[in-house]
Each structure stands twice: as C-alpha cells, then as structure tokens.
C-alpha cells in the first residue's frame, strides 16, 4: 500500500478511536443512571436495533441466507460472553475510577493478549513482550499507588480491581477477535456483539436492570449509536491498512478519555496518571514492535 493512501485509513481510525473514547463518557453516566450492569443490557438491546438492518443487507449483499453455521456461533457466543462480562466490569470500575486512569490501565491488555496468545494459539512470547510487559506493570504500580496511598478510598479499589479484571478479559476478547475476524463481516460482529450481550445478560435484568427513565434512555441510545459506529470505522480501517500501522493510534483514546473525564465529570488529570500512562504505552509499544506477536485491537 502507498504511503498516500494510509491517510485515510488513519484519519478513520482516529475518528472511531474517538467515538470509543466519548461512548465511554456518555457509559459513565448512564452506569450512574441505572448501574452498570443495566447501561450494558440496554446498550446492547439498542446497538442489536441498529447493527440489524445493516446485517440483514450485508448477508444479502455476500448471497448467504439464514443464521450463521455451528462453528461461526460457537465464536459469536464465547465471545459475546467475554466481552458481555468484561464491559460490566469496566464500567463497574468506571463509575469509581476517572476515566482517564480506567482507560490508562486498560492498556495493558494487548500485552496480556500476547500470553494468552502463546497459551490458546501456540504464538512465541519473545524477550521485547517479557521487558515490555515490566515497563507496564511498573505503570499499573504508580496508577495503583494512588489508591492506597493518602486519596485511598475503598471504592477507588474496587474500581481498580475491577478495570484490572476487565483487562484481563479484554485481553483474551483480542484473541477471540482474532478468530472471529475469519469468520465474520464486521456487520455480523457488531450485531451479535450487541444481541448477544443484551440476551446474555437478560436473566439478572429484573434485578440488576431498572427501567431507564426518558433521558437516560437518551443517554444509552447516543453509547449504542456511539459504539456501533466506532465499530464500523475501526473494521473499515483495518481492512485498508496494516495493523502495525493503526495499532498504536490506539493509545489516542487516553486524550478523548481525559478530556471527556474533564469536562464532563471534573476528573483532575494528575501527574500519577500522566507517569503510569507513559510507562504502559512505552511497554506496549516496545513490546509490538516488528518481529513479535501482534494482536489488532477491538
């Protein structure tokens, strides 16, 4: 691919980079509306609306009729499942934390998803993934000292402890995404993401799911328009471009994440974040570099 053409690709990327970023904003508030695990169920309730019309016309458009096979389900549905529990978490998680350090700490995942990598694709983890992983814990240790030192506060953990969980689980999503991305358009992935988190998460709805009132209907409608579109850039970008190229645009959703922490919630950037966040990025991006495994984001 000539160099002219990664522009557009790029400038895609970090459009859709940046609807994740404000979607978590808009996430945020609607968890503190109904919870999180209720702006999740709705969310995906809404974002199986949208993300239907436009599966229905790209399975026309590529001849296939019905649902899709065994094999392809079986991907959807361990995968709709993962990202089900991982996004709860992270907002559970979000609520307590700034969305600045929640979104810094959810940078270790793609060095998590080498390992998994190794343990679930047989991939070699080389010496620039051990080293970057160090640089990144080291980056978790300075966000996380923040917590137990003089502003500790129990529900600060509790979101520490959950964003890590979330993570963790964000971290094998990559590699199922991986699998995934073989078999299915990216209209299909949406879709299903979105329904199956909404069917999966439906039996605790009645508890864990109040009716959300007007606007906060509005609010989980503009995270699921959000959300969806994002998906849709980011899958019409990879398409175009190598992931080497548009992987570490990814770390431009800590800008969109501070500045909606800022204006939003009055969420302080502090210098602790500022130092964990370098070091996480620096062992990412030391990790990915050309010769190691190398895992497209979500």
Request: positive net charge; proline residues 5%.
């Amino acid at each position: 691919m000539s160099r002219p053409s990664l522009l557009l690709p790029i400038l895609v990327t970090l459009a859709g980079l940046a609807c994740f970023g404000v979607m978590d904003g808009v996430m945020k508030a609607a968890s503190i509306a109904v919870g999180p695990y209720g702006a999740m169920f709705w969310r995906g309730l809404l974002g199986a609306l949208f993300m239907l019309p436009l599966w229905l016309r790209s399975r026309r458009r590529d001849g296939a009729r019905g649902w899709p096979g065994r094999a392809v389900m079986r991907v959807h549905l361990l995968r709709g499942a993962v990202a089900a529990v991982m996004a709860v978490t992270f907002f559970y998680g979000l609520v307590r934390t700034p969305i600045a350090e929640a979104i810094a700490l959810s940078f270790i995942a793609p060095l998590l998803a080498l390992y998994l990598a190794a343990v679930l694709l047989g991939e070699t983890v080389g010496r620039r993934a051990v080293v970057g992983s160090v640089l990144a814990l080291a980056g978790v240790a300075v966000i996380a000292a923040g917590k137990f030192g003089g502003d500790y506060s129990a529900e600060g953990v509790k979101g520490l402890a959950a964003i890590l969980v979330s993570a963790v689980l964000y971290a094998w999503n990559l590699v199922l995404q991986r699998q995934q991305a073989q078999l299915a358009s990216p209209e299909e992935i949406a879709f299903f993401q979105s329904g199956l988190a909404f069917v999966l998460l439906a039996p605790g709805a009645l508890v864990l799911a109040p009716m959300p009132d007007p606007a906060t209907w509005g609010v989980i409608a503009a995270a699921a328009v959000l959300a969806t579109t994002s998906l849709m850039l980011l899958g019409w970008a990879y398409a175009r471009a190598e992931a080497q190229v548009l992987v570490p645009l990814e770390y431009t959703a800590f800008i969109w994440a501070a500045l909606v922490g800022w204006i939003a919630f009055a969420e302080p950037l502090t210098w602790r974040t500022l130092a964990g966040v370098t070091l996480i990025v620096a062992g990412c991006l030391f990790a990915s570099r050309r010769g190691e495994p190398h895992l497209e984001p979500a």
